[in-house]
């Protein structure tokens, strides 16, 4: 018997009947959601560009916020997808990826994957100077799915 899920509060019923051999009821495989499957997107993408260019990671911090804190500065009215801040005295340079801005633009999660690899690209280019597709030169085949 199959029942909807009504105000995000999960299923009401079994999905599927029960296994008739060992009347367990069958394993679904769970999906990851939200925060996790973009953190897992951002891990994934860091150990693709050290694998590629390892040199491009050294001296640098890599993380994710919900949105962007201050857009005071910005001049454009667009939001920004990451941001890269230089390296100072006493600390690495830091490459910050806004979760819900990169949601909000991919239709799917193999888009988000592709978007979070683009983004985290562009900005270490930004703070490194290696270009693009020296950092990973699979980065413009339009099939790159990792």
């Known amino acids: 018997m199959r029942r909807r899920e009504r105000h995000g509060r999960g299923l009401r019923g079994p999905l599927a009947a029960p296994n008739p051999f060992t009347g367990a009821p069958v394993p679904l495989r769970q999906h990851t959601r939200g925060a996790e ?37 910005w001049q454009s009215a667009r939001v920004p997808l990451a941001a890269a ?33 683009r983004a985290l690209l562009e900005q270490l280019s930004a703070l490194t100077g290696i270009p693009v597709d020296e950092l990973d030169p699979s980065a413009g085949d339009p099939d790159d799915e990792d």
């Open 85 to 117: 801040v230089p390296a100072g005295p006493g600390r690495n340079g830091q490459v910050v990826l806004f979760r819900r801005p990169l949601e909000h633009r991919a239709t799917s999660r193999s888009e988000l994957r592709r978007l979070v690899h």
């Open 37 to 73: 499957f973009f953190t897992a997107c951002v891990r994934a993408s860091v150990a693709r560009t050290a694998r590629s260019c390892p040199r491009s990671l050294v001296g640098i911090d890599v993380g994710f916020e919900e949105v962007p804190g201050n857009l005071d500065g």
